[in-house]
Nanobody, 114 residues
Framework: VEFVESGGGLVQAGESLRLSCVVS????????LAWFRRGVGEERDMVAN???????YYIDSAKGRVTATRDNDKKTLYLEMNSLNPEDTDRYYC?????????WGQGTQVTVTA
């Protein structure tokens, strides 16, 4: 399985970013996929997940600001992030959920300045 994340950047508080993750090596359409952030613990922290049939789950801090979508034809997962704040600064990754491939992608860095 391979995940290739992109779309991060350096933005000011209040601005938006759209992260993308191209997925290969699995039949994306049948899997729940998720976005994670590196965080400070040993495990990456899940931010949002989206099931094969489009149901979505968000952590409390992301609700109302973040939208996860998927395009199975393009084999791409997206994370629209609005009203960004400095606490969103982190490296973001995608992977399966609740299963996870041991082969994480490089992630994409989001840096938000006040």
């Amino acid at each position: 399985v391979e995940f290739v994340e992109s779309g991060g950047g350096l933005v000011q508080a209040g601005e938006s970013l759209r992260l993308s993750c191209v997925v290969s090596g699995i039949i994306m359409a049948i899997h729940t996929l998720a976005w994670f952030r590196r965080g400070v613990g040993e495990e990456r922290d899940m931010v949002a997940n989206i099931t094969a049939d489009g149901r979505k789950y968000y952590i409390d801090s992301a609700k109302g600001r973040v939208t996860a979508t998927r395009d199975n034809d393009k084999k791409t997962l997206y994370l629209e992030m609005n009203s960004l704040n400095p606490e969103d600064t982190d490296r973001y990754y995608c992977n399966g959920y609740p299963w996870k491939s041991a082969d994480w992608g490089q992630g994409t860095q989001v840096t938000v300045t006040a």
